[in-house]
T-cell receptor, first 113, second 115 residues
Framework: AQKVTQAQTEISVVEKEDVTLDCVYE???????LFWYKQPPSGELVFLIR??????QNEISGRYSWNFQKSTSSFNFTITASQVVDSAVYFC??????????FGKGTRLHILP | DTGVSQDPRHKITKRGQNVTFRCDPI?????LYWYRQTLGQGPEFLTY????????KSRLLSDRFSAERPKGSFSTLEIQRTEQGDSAMYLC?????????????FGPGTRLTVT
């Protein structure tokens, strides 16, 4: 069975601070995909990134970066120089072979001005 | 390409009533998924279709829930005899299995409130 754990329920940081959202996943499959989604107060799910299990390269996109480590089954997400607009709920998720997506419970991020 | 659309966006119903939601996937996407998101939780998988065939149903999908995709295009999710515990956001997603099955595009959701 697959599982995604986001241990941080809620995080508050002051604007311009860096913040890392943790994600640990479980699966016995060797081929899988990992995702991060953002859900702002409006409710829609905004896709941020997808990684496949064979690509452990870290990725940076502007102020966002992702650290994928198969050895620890983690896929952490860092926001550098946070902004108030980053305030949202962030979900880490896992999919095996294009099947259903298994989401974590989410981390609610508050960026304080 | 207008993306995944869902109708209605909001639905308020009284306990015991039946409700039906509609999802229109991205044109030519052959997979369609339904998820449910309750307050403070991540979306949870309910069921998915490939074309008109329903390939998997979660144990979350009780007998009061039924989903269809009669012509392999739009889908409907019906909840009979609604209960307060059914209050949630119902999300639909679609993908094209031949190309990128893992790339699911989500709709804006239907928020159901059962009073």
């Amino acid at each position: 069975a697959q599982k995604v754990t986001q241990a941080q329920t809620e995080i508050s940081v002051v604007e311009k601070e860096d913040v890392t959202l943790d994600c640990v996943y479980e699966t016995r499959d060797t081929t899988y995909y990992l995702f991060w989604y953002k859900q702002p107060p409006s409710g829609e799910l905004v896709f941020l990134i997808r990684r496949n299990s064979f690509d452990e390269q870290n990725e940076i996109s502007g102020r966002y970066s992702w650290n994928f480590q198969k050895s620890t089954s983690s896929f952490n997400f860092t926001i550098t120089a946070s902004q108030v607009v980053d305030s949202a709920v962030y979900f880490c998720a896992l999919s095996v072979l294009g099947d259903k997506i298994i989401f974590g419970k989410g981390t609610r991020l508050h960026i304080l001005p | 390409d207008t993306g995944v659309s869902q109708d209605p966006r909001h639905k308020i119903t009284k306990r015991g009533q039946n409700v039906t939601f509609r999802c229109d996937p991205i044109s030519e996407h052959n997979r369609l998924y339904w998820y449910r998101q309750t307050l403070g939780q991540g979306p949870e998988f309910l069921t998915y279709f490939q074309n008109e065939a329903q390939l998997e149903k979660s144990r979350l999908l009780s007998d009061r829930f039924s989903a269809e995709r009669p012509k392999g295009s739009f889908s409907t999710l019906e909840i009979q005899r609604t209960e307060q515990g059914d209050s949630a956001m119902y999300l639909c997603a679609s993908s094209l299995v031949e190309q990128r099955p893992y790339e699911q595009y989500f709709g804006p959701g239907t928020r159901l409130t059962v009073t």
